[in-house]
């Protein structure tokens, strides 16, 4: 997606990122993206391709290389807290939590009204929060320890939204809404990219209404971007019904080779067991069973 719309400074740029969880073997290898501003991303893959991973390292929570590696508007991701603090780059991700100490990301516990927590947010655009408090359908007397998981989901979306953002990275978090908040939600971002230029990453498995929403598409798999395009770039997509019967058959296809590449794995001869001399301090022998 490098050089998207000819533009000199993309709001969002990674440049050969590697990423390894602690302790594991290399995730992401030489991942590159680039989006100019305006650009609405969805970000697909199966289960466990990795769209979190990236999510996260986009939003700057994990350090990866140097501060070249990931820019967001032409800042480093990770080293830039004054990027996450002024709200311009802005993540929402699958649960509401906080980190705690050693017990890592706990659940948000305690009753507190809706009012409480949307209006605590500090330096909010009274205009813009009551637009959103309207197009979320939020009634602020909800205690939060007794709504349902969409309504607490409206609730984490309205405080999350109510910086203008300049980059927003959206991981699945339309799941719990109902259809009319979704698509309702899917317009305002919309109106965001097109209005204020404002640029957004959505990762998701529901395609529904997303082919006439998104301006591209990136496809990762097992870590590996596979596919970047813009939506008019997507040549399935021209004579498809719709995103999902294009993306399911990538879907298909992966999950087979995934299979095949199993079945060979597990048809293998097992590796030579290394002979163990009789002099070999772990080789048993029979002098050893008088001691047993
Ligand atoms: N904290 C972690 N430590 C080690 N490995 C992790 C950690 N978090 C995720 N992984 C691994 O990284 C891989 C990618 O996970 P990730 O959550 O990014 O996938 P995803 O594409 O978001 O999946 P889903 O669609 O199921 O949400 C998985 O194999 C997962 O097991």
Same mark, same amino acid.
């Given at each position: 997606m490098a050089g998207v719309n000819g533009a000199l400074h993309p709001s969002l740029e990674v440049t050969a990122m590697n990423f390894a969880y602690p302790g594991q073997p290399p995730f992401i290898s030489n991942f590159n993206l680039s989006l100019q501003r305006g650009s609405r991303c969805l970000l697909m893959g199966a289960n466990?391709?990795?769209?979190?991973?990236?999510?996260?390292?986009?939003?700057?929570?994990?350090?990866?290389?140097?501060?070249?590696?990931?820019?967001?508007?032409?800042?480093?991701?990770f080293h830039d807290t004054a990027l996450t603090?002024?709200?311009?780059?802005?993540?929402?991700?699958?649960?509401?939590?906080?980190?705690?100490?050693c017990a890592g990301e706990v659940p948000l516990q305690g009753d507190f009204s809706a009012e409480f927590m949307i209006f605590g947010v500090e330096? %909010?655009? @009274?205009?813009? +929060?009551? *637009?959103?408090?309207?197009?979320?359908?939020i009634d602020l007397r909800w205690r939060m320890h007794k709504v349902s998981d969409g309504q607490r989901r409206r609730v984490q979306i309205c405080m999350g939204l109510l910086q203008p953002f300049e980059v927003l990275?959206?991981?699945?978090?339309?799941?719990?809404?109902?259809?009319?908040?979704r698509l309702d939600l899917l317009e305002f971002f919309k109106e965001e990219c097109a209005q204020r230029g404002a640029t957004?990453?959505?990762?998701?498995?529901i395609f529904d209404g997303l082919e006439t929403w998104a301006t591209h598409i990136a496809y990762v798999e097992d870590g590996t971007l596979k596919r970047a395009q813009h939506i008019s770039e997507v040549a399935e997509l021209k004579v498809a019904r719709?995103?999902?019967?294009?993306?399911?058959p990538w879907l298909r296809k992966e999950r087979d080779e995934r299979e095949?590449?199993?079945?060979?794995?597990?048809? %293998?001869? @097992?590796?030579? +067991?290394? *002979?163990?001399?009789?002099?070999?301090?772990?080789?048993?022998?029979?002098?050893?069973?008088?001691y047993r």
């Open positions: 466990g391709a990795g769209k979190t991973t990236l999510l996260r390292v986009l939003a700057g929570k994990h350090m990866v290389g140097g501060r070249d590696v990931v820019r967001v508007l032409g800042r480093s991701a603090c002024s709200g311009e780059l802005a993540y929402l991700g699958g649960s509401w939590s906080r980190t705690v100490g330096g %909010a655009d @009274p205009e813009r +929060r009551r *637009q959103l408090i309207e197009l979320l359908d990275l959206l991981d699945e978090i339309t799941v719990d809404l109902d259809v009319v908040a957004i990453v959505y990762a998701t498995h719709n995103l999902i019967s294009v993306v399911e095949k590449a199993a079945a060979v794995k597990a048809a %293998a001869p @097992p590796p030579p +067991r290394v *002979q163990q001399s009789a002099s070999s301090p772990w080789g048993t022998s029979r002098h050893m069973a008088y």
